[in-house]
């Protein structure tokens, strides 16, 4: 069974922390790289970060020194730590592949960011 379940939004204000957390299920993303995105009102979803199942990593250059992405295999769990978040990260937050992502997605997390 394929499935994506994204949690740990909220709302914070400006330069506080959260930790996104994404289950999921189904070999389809076990064995895949894993990336977090983002996609706020009127704009297109954009990838945030991404990690291989060896633990490299990518980010967006405006998250770099910001945001974190990690992976627990075993658990198949990937996560992504905000800290010194700014009003310009709020959006709804998904997990997906990182390369050709499933067009199953999960209902995302929203992030909200006061300032």
């Known amino acids: 069974q394929v499935q994506l379940v994204e949690s740990g939004g909220g709302l914070v204000q400006a330069g506080g922390s959260l930790r996104l957390s994404c289950a999921f299920s189904?070999?389809?993303?076990?064995?895949?790289?894993m990336a977090w995105y983002r996609q706020a009102p009127g704009k297109q979803r954009e990838l945030v970060a991404g990690i291989t199942r060896n633990g490299a990593t990518n980010y967006l250059d405006s998250v770099k020194g910001r945001f974190a992405i990690s992976r627990d295999n075993v658990n198949n769990t990937v996560y992504l730590q905000m800290n010194t978040l700014k009003p310009e990260d709020t959006a709804v937050y998904y997990c997906?592949?990182?390369?050709?992502?499933?067009?199953?997605w999960g209902r995302g997390t929203q992030v909200t960011v006061s300032s």
């Open positions: 997906n592949k990182q390369y050709y992502p499933s067009d199953y």
């Open positions: 189904g070999s389809i993303f076990s064995l895949s790289s």
